[in-house]
């Protein structure tokens, strides 16, 4: 089950995200102003069709909250026959991976800078995904933040309903009560299959990252869960 444009008001009431200022390097802003027009798809209730915007025919995988976009770089330049649609709220970020974009030669994303639940609900074809990238999203620490959460059952439904059958849903987090929660919704919505017995492996197209790297130094862990679409 899906969930319809009609529907979103509720979901749109509480925010998973929390918009702060963030500074602006002088590169991010040049990447911002120089490669923005070409990268950064503008948000628009209107379906995006993948061959027009990133002018060939190829697997999207859709990654949400990319923060500084260097997973999504070094994901996009070892996966060169996918294209990646990067969604992200924070302009910083969406400097940050257009830099990358330039530095890196990358022509195999573009980015919308706007809230994941309504870009998915208007812009992103039912079954059209290749697979979805969630990494590290806000945990919410507190109990009375945890509604907040990105990944709560009503989104995960919404969010199976545009992966198409085979493709695939790929969470990781670092806090493991969010890990747990995550396990309890993915596993019960019925679209969705575990790849995994629980938690799965890192998959070795997913990088470290500095801050996950110097967690596993620490001897915190990361959990990585991998559903695919029924």
């Known amino acids: 089950m899906s969930i319809e444009p009609e529907t979103l008001p ?3 009431r509480i925010r998973s995200f929390a918009l702060r200022a963030g500074r602006m390097g002088p590169g991010q ?3 911002l102003q120089e490669l923005g027009p070409r990268f950064v ?3 628009s209730a209107q379906t995006l069709n993948f061959t027009e915007v990133f002018g060939r025919q190829a697997p999207v995988v859709l990654e949400i909250g990319f923060g500084m976009g260097d997973a999504t770089a070094a994901i996009a330049q070892r996966l060169p026959g996918l294209d990646f649609l990067g969604v992200e ?8 991976l257009l830099r990358k974009i330039g530095e890196q030669s990358l022509n195999n994303i573009r980015i919308v800078q706007h809230d994941a639940v309504e870009v998915l609900s208007a812009m992103v074809p039912k079954a059209s995904l290749a697979g979805v990238h969630l990494f590290f ?3 919410w620490h507190k109990k009375r ?3 907040r959460r990105l990944l709560q059952a009503p989104f995960v439904a919404q969010l199976a309903g545009h992966i198409e059958r085979g493709g695939y849903l790929h969470c990781a987090t670092d806090w493991e009560p969010y890990a747990q929660q995550m396990l309890q919704v993915l596993t019960a919505e019925p679209l969705l299959e575990n790849t995994a017995f629980g938690y799965a492996s890192k998959p070795d197209y997913r990088p470290l990252t500095k801050f996950e790297a110097r967690g596993l130094r620490l001897g915190h862990r990361v959990w990585d869960l991998i559903f695919v679409r029924r």
Not at 89 to 96: F, I, L, N
Request: hydrophobic content about 35%; cysteine-free.
């Open 89 to 96: 709220v924070h302009t910083p970020g969406v400097g940050a």
């Open 29 to 31: 802003a040049r990447a």
């Open 137 to 139: 999203p806000d945990p």
């Open 41 to 43: 798809v503008p948000y």
């Open 10 to 12: 509720a979901l749109r």
């Open 145 to 147: 933040h945890h509604k």
